[in-house]
C-alpha cells in the first residue's frame, strides 16, 4: 500500500450483488467525499458491467474490478462488505466486515488518524 499523505483513508471491498453493500452505498460516498480510498467490487462482472452499475447508482467512487477475486484473497476477504482503514504510514489500523454505520466507519477514520 503507498504511502498516504493526507491521513487515514478506506479501503473498501463490495460487490454488485450484495444487498448489504447495496445499504452502505450513501455511507460509502459521504465518506469517500471526506477522506481518500478505494473501492473493489469483488466477482461484479465484466468492466463495462461494473460500469453499467455504479452510473445506474451514480457511484463515483474510484473502483479496480475484481472480477476473479484474487485482490480479496490476497486481503483475506471471505465476504463483502469489508472495509480496511489504513492510517497515514500505509498500515491497516482496523477492518470490519458486514455493515458498518457511517458514523462507526468515520469513528474508526478517527481512531487512525491518532495513530
Given at each position: 500500500m503507498p504511502r498516504i499523505s493526507k491521513g487515514p483513508a478506506v479501503l473498501y471491498f463490495w460487490a454488485e450483488w450484495c444487498g448489504i453493500c447495496r445499504s452502505m452505498q450513501s455511507s460509502i460516498s459521504n465518506i469517500m467525499r471526506d477522506y481518500p480510498g478505494l473501492t473493489?467490487?469483488?466477482r461484479s462482472g465484466d468492466d463495462g458491467?461494473?460500469?453499467?452499475?455504479?452510473?445506474?447508482?451514480?457511484?463515483?467512487?474510484?473502483?479496480?474490478?475484481d472480477n476473479?477475486?484474487?485482490?480479496?484473497?490476497r486481503y483475506g476477504i471471505r465476504g463483502v462488505p469489508a472495509v480496511f482503514f489504513i492510517n497515514g504510514a500505509g498500515e491497516i489500523v482496523f477492518t470490519t466486515?458486514?455493515?458498518?454505520?457511517?458514523?462507526?466507519?468515520?469513528f474508526r477514520l478517527w481512531l487512525t488518524g491518532l495513530s
Open positions: 473493489v467490487a469483488v458491467t461494473l460500469q453499467n452499475y455504479l452510473n445506474e447508482k451514480q457511484l463515483n467512487w474510484p473502483v479496480v474490478n476473479s477475486g484474487n485482490i480479496g484473497q466486515v458486514g455493515y458498518t454505520s457511517e458514523w462507526g466507519m468515520r
